[in-house]
């Protein structure tokens, strides 16, 4: 008589689950979800700094070449922080402390705002880890945005985010 029981021997199930999670742990080494995250967040934040940048770039060809009064009344070669908020006066640079790019003064905010009122933009960009909002005991409060905003001797306005997760240079642009 012969033995007619079909089915897979212990050893051969063993084998097939071992290379399944082998297969399983590759693609997920290769799409490594974290560093996804990272580099989506990084995406938002140069769109904003772009977002922001057309904004002062419509604005200055809708008024024959000048700047928003708050970004033309910057320090030459200053880094001030971006804030949504015009009571924004100070405690820009000691409350951010995951932004590479250093706040040049305590002082040193300059309020966007403004650029909603003409349609520039639809809305003060924040970054994608939230905004900061604090207030320092007086009359000032505000929101900063995590992005920061400095003009040079020239005119040249450059507009930085604070944070960049998954690069090594910073996330910044200028016109």
Known sequence: ???????????????????????VAVIFVALDPAT????????????AVQEVLSAVKLYQVDNNGSLPAEIDALTNDQVYMAVNGATMVSGCDDDNASCTTTVSSDTHCVDVSGLLTGGYLKSVPVSPTGAVTWDDGSSASGEGTGYTISKDANGLVTVRSCENEAGTTEI????
């Not at 051969?12 to 399944?20: G, Q, S, T, Y």
């Open 1 to 23: 008589m012969q033995n007619s029981n079909k089915g897979f021997t212990l050893i051969e199930l063993l084998v097939v689950i071992a290379i399944i999670g082998v297969l």
């Open 36 to 47: 996804r995250f990272k580099q989506a967040r990084d995406a938002v934040r140069q769109s």
């Open 172 to 175: 910044s642009a200028a016109r």
